[in-house]
């Protein structure tokens, strides 16, 4: 899994390499609709990215919490809002990890690891990796590396795009044969990696300050993250893809001074995603801890909240669900609409088989919210319990029509239709989740087996066509593989 992500961000970005800072008078940004047109379009960008994607499903340690995606996916939204050059649409996700690493690559796919946030003091210093690798994308470094890469060596070119491909087919030859690539050709891409960084420093600081976020928190997390691991042998991954030198922090400094300061920001919502990690993922807080901070009089009362918040996550995952319930009381009481809290509350009284009042909590949240990540899903899942199996159903279709790539939406789908005996429909969902994990030959499977079972006409018909576009999907991918290959 390390060499995975570690040799998609050495691909965009040439990991590993000194830096040292130029002057801003003598950086220009490419005209972004044009940059690296040459090796690959925005559409096939897109498609590597697609497949790239499906295959980190499968291998990473992903986080599928709908509470998390739908805080990470809101805070990289309002970042992409103000990012100039965008040509797709933006996905945000976490990989359970404690190192402090963050990576992007084709297509706008943006990897968080968990270990990140928990590094991260404020929101605006988490926000500033966020706005940094939505840089990265939107100027197009990936491509543009890989631009120069052509225009010096062909050869190179078409080994690096082979490996790509290969590494999505085969991930232990095509890393392999990706790293061998790249250490050979290292060299050259230096002063090319000093100018993406410098590019991404500057765009992902005024991202940053437009979005409305402090941009002192990059000038603080990327100085303490450099002074915390000076001396150490082995910094964290993150210090290795973007190495941070003393001339280019003073220059986020200098930059810094000149801006007016922004007004305090409300923290209550990162820190109860930062203690949600810190509990549940990278398992970094003990109970002592927690309760410690629940009953400090001289901490913010945001940061009590969230210490009570994951005192009652620790409770409930070491199924003490009367004390979690008892703890989260006063939470929930006072934002009843909070996804935080509701996610937690649902989970307790699905724990305890009390369903009535689990199904009534969360249909009026879904009321006030139809369709929201964290209320749809809890709802749907608590449905499934209650034997509602009619009313999941509904919900995760609806909720699909949106969010077709939701992995536990399709999960607790096929899940729906195999408790209400309708096998076809099953087979036809796990197809889609099989597909989403780049399992070709068993999403065709599950499709097949859903055309037998299926009596219904125009449904064979349908699952006759979706037959047809996977393996339309992946006789593509093959032919670019062997296409990049010779």
Same mark, same amino acid.
Do not use: C
């Given at each position: 899994? !390390?060499?995975?992500?570690?040799?998609?961000?050495?691909?965009?970005?040439?990991?590993?390499?000194?830096?040292?800072?130029?002057?801003?008078? $003598?950086?220009?940004?490419?005209?972004?609709?044009?940059?690296?047109?040459?090796?690959?379009?925005?559409?096939?960008?897109?498609?590597?990215?697609?497949?790239?994607?499906?295959?980190?499903?499968?291998?990473?340690?992903?986080?599928?919490?709908?509470?998390?995606?739908?805080?990470?996916?809101?805070?990289?939204?309002?970042?992409?809002?103000?990012?100039?050059?965008?040509?797709?649409?933006?996905?945000?996700?976490?990989?359970?990890?404690?190192?402090?690493?963050?990576?992007?690559?084709?297509?706008?796919?943006?990897?968080?690891?968990?270990?990140?946030?928990?590094?991260?003091?404020?929101?605006?210093?988490?926000?500033?990796?966020?706005?940094?690798?939505?840089?990265?994308?939107?100027?197009?470094?990936?491509?543009?590396?890989?631009?120069?890469?052509?225009?010096?060596?062909?050869?190179?070119?078409?080994?690096?795009?082979?490996?790509?491909?290969?590494?999505?087919?085969?991930?232990?030859?095509?890393?392999?044969?990706?790293?061998?690539?790249?250490?050979?050709?290292?060299?050259?891409?230096?002063?090319?990696?000093?100018?993406?960084?410098?590019?991404?420093?500057?765009?992902?600081?005024?991202?940053?300050?437009?979005?409305?976020?402090?941009?002192?928190?990059?000038?603080?997390?990327?100085?303490?993250?450099?002074?915390?691991?000076?001396?150490?042998?082995?910094?964290?991954?993150?210090?290795?893809?973007?190495?941070?030198?003393?001339?280019?922090?003073?220059?986020?400094?200098?930059?810094?001074?000149?801006?007016?300061?922004?007004?305090?920001?409300?923290?209550?919502?990162?820190?109860?995603? !930062?203690?949600?990690?810190?509990?549940?993922?990278?398992?970094?807080?003990?109970?002592?801890?927690?309760?410690?901070?629940?009953?400090?009089?001289?901490?913010?009362?945001?940061?009590?909240?969230?210490?009570?918040?994951?005192?009652?996550?620790?409770?409930?995952?070491?199924?003490?669900?009367?004390?979690?319930?008892?703890?989260? !009381?006063?939470?929930?009481?006072?934002?009843?609409?909070?996804?935080?809290?509701?996610?937690?509350?649902?989970?307790?009284?699905?724990?305890?088989?009390?369903?009535?009042?689990?199904?009534?909590?969360?249909?009026?949240?879904?009321?006030?919210?139809?369709?929201? $990540?964290?209320?749809?899903?809890?709802?749907?899942?608590?449905?499934?319990?209650? !034997?509602?199996?009619?009313?999941?159903?509904?919900?995760?279709?609806?909720?699909?029509?949106?969010?077709?790539?939701?992995?536990?939406?399709?999960?607790?789908?096929?899940?729906?239709?195999?408790?209400?005996?309708?096998?076809?429909?099953?087979?036809?969902?796990?197809?889609?989740?099989?597909?989403?994990?780049?399992?070709?030959?068993?999403?065709?499977?599950?499709?097949?087996?859903?055309?037998?079972?299926?009596?219904?006409?125009?449904?064979?018909?349908?699952? $006759?066509?979706?037959?047809?576009?996977?393996?339309?999907?992946?006789?593509?991918?093959?032919?670019?593989?062997?296409?990049?290959?010779?």
């Amino acid at each position: 899994m !390390k060499q995975l992500l570690s040799t998609i961000s050495a691909l965009g970005l040439a990991i590993g390499i000194s830096y040292s800072a130029t002057s801003l008078a $003598q950086e220009r940004l490419p005209e972004i609709g044009t940059a690296g047109a040459s090796v690959m379009t925005i559409e096939r960008e897109q498609i590597f990215g697609d497949m790239y994607m499906r295959q980190l499903r499968a291998m990473a340690p992903m986080v599928h919490d709908p509470v998390l995606d739908e805080y990470i996916q809101d805070i990289g939204s309002r970042i992409v809002r103000e990012a100039e050059g965008v040509k797709f649409p933006f996905t945000f996700f976490w990989i359970n990890q404690k190192d402090i690493n963050a990576f992007a690559f084709f297509g706008g796919y943006v990897g968080m690891h968990t270990g990140l946030i928990t590094e991260a003091r404020t929101e605006s210093e988490f926000a500033s990796v966020l706005a940094h690798e939505v840089a990265h994308v939107s100027q197009r470094h990936i491509v543009r590396n890989m631009e120069r890469v052509s225009n010096n060596s062909p050869t190179m070119m078409a080994a690096v795009l082979g490996s790509i491909i290969l590494s999505v087919i085969n991930p232990q030859l095509g890393m392999a044969a990706l790293s061998g690539t790249i250490a050979g050709g290292q060299q050259m891409q230096i002063n090319y990696t000093r100018q993406f960084e410098q590019e991404a420093d500057r765009v992902g600081f005024d991202i940053l300050r437009r979005a409305g976020f402090d941009p002192q928190g990059a000038v603080d997390f990327f100085s303490r993250l450099t002074e915390k691991f000076r001396y150490m042998s082995r910094p964290p991954e993150f210090l290795l893809t973007h190495p941070y030198s003393e001339s280019r922090l003073s220059e986020m400094r200098a930059r810094t001074a000149l801006l007016p300061r922004i007004a305090p920001r409300d923290e209550s919502t990162f820190l109860l995603a !930062k203690y949600r990690v810190q509990v549940r993922y990278t398992q970094t807080l003990t109970e002592s801890t927690l309760r410690q901070e629940m009953n400090d009089p001289n901490l913010a009362p945001e940061r009590v909240q969230a210490a009570r918040y994951g005192l009652a996550i620790f409770m409930l995952d070491n199924q003490r669900h009367a004390e979690a319930e008892q703890i989260l !009381k006063p939470l929930i009481t006072a934002q009843p609409y909070n996804t935080f809290y509701l996610d937690v509350q649902s989970d307790i009284l699905l724990a305890s088989q009390r369903y009535e009042e689990a199904l009534a909590l969360l249909e009026k949240a879904y009321i006030r919210q139809p369709n929201e $990540q964290t209320i749809t899903i809890n709802f749907a899942n608590v449905a499934i319990e209650a !034997k509602q199996y009619s009313l999941a159903i509904s919900l995760l279709r609806d909720y699909l029509q949106r969010e077709n790539d939701h992995i536990l939406a399709l999960d607790l789908l096929a899940k729906a239709y195999r408790l209400s005996g309708d096998m076809s429909a099953m087979h036809g969902v796990m197809a889609e989740s099989a597909a989403l994990y780049g399992a070709f030959d068993q999403a065709i499977e599950h499709l097949h087996k859903a055309h037998k079972q299926t009596g219904i006409e125009i449904e064979k018909r349908r699952l $006759q066509a979706r037959i047809e576009q996977l393996m339309a999907q992946k006789s593509l991918l093959e032919s670019i593989s062997s296409g990049s290959r010779g």
